[in-house]
């Protein structure tokens, strides 16, 4: 057993910024937060630089993170592309359709929104309107509109460190989430899951302001 699981229970966190924009000062801010997280606690520290939304990363955002992140001081035991994981992203999205929880859905915002279903972060929560019209494994990449994921209905326990409760039922409270955008582009939701599987997180620093989402 190493130091950092002694000390805390936990063996790997995780800074994650979009590649979207520039470096401002809550850019550094919250990677300083999860980096002194984790060196107090002797765990590890990754860096996964989120770059799939190709429209919005333009050339030299992901080289300038990294530099001025270098130059904060700020060392890391592994860095990824989040572009990189895209065959897991795939795959993961393959099995999900093989065991018939996948399906597309062709709800506007303004249709969503008219259900009058809101969630507990202020948006409104999804209805499950397209639920029939399922996707298998060999045909969800041609597949029209979003792709949603039909959750199922059940409470989870959850309490952060500071004792807030967030538990609740994820398919009730939010209904459906989305898997892949309109535009074919990955949802974060989906993959930062599945990256943080992969990469061993087990400890994730969010905002208080996010916490209405985080379950």
Request: overall charge negative; charged content about 30%; proline content about 4%.
């Amino acid at each position: 057993m190493s130091v950092g699981e002694i000390a805390s229970g936990w063996k790997c966190g995780r800074f994650a910024p979009s590649t979207s924009g520039r470096v401002h000062p809550g850019t550094l801010i919250a990677g300083l937060l999860c980096w002194l997280d984790a060196r107090s606690a002797a765990a590890e520290v990754v860096l996964r630089l989120e770059d799939l939304d190709r429209e919005r990363t333009k050339s030299g955002y992901v080289e300038a993170l990294r530099r001025d992140l270098e130059w904060f001081g700020l060392e890391w035991n592994s860095t990824s592309l989040q572009s990189e994981n895209r065959a897991k992203h795939d795959a993961v999205l393959d099995t999900l359709a093989s065991e018939g929880r996948i399906y597309t859905c062709q709800c506007s915002r303004a249709q969503i929104r008219s259900a009058g279903l809101r969630a507990p972060d202020g948006s409104y929560r999804y209805p499950g309107t397209c639920r029939q019209r399922r996707v298998s494994a060999g045909s969800w990449r041609d597949a029209e509109g979003a792709l949603r994921l039909e959750l199922e209905p059940g409470e989870i326990q959850l309490v952060d460190e500071s004792g807030l409760d967030l538990s609740g039922d994820p398919e009730r409270l939010f209904g459906d989430p989305i898997l892949r955008r309109r535009d074919r582009v990955h949802a974060y939701h989906f993959v930062s899951v599945v990256d943080d599987a992969d990469s061993g997180v087990d400890r994730v620093i969010r905002g208080r302001d996010l916490a209405p989402s985080t379950l």
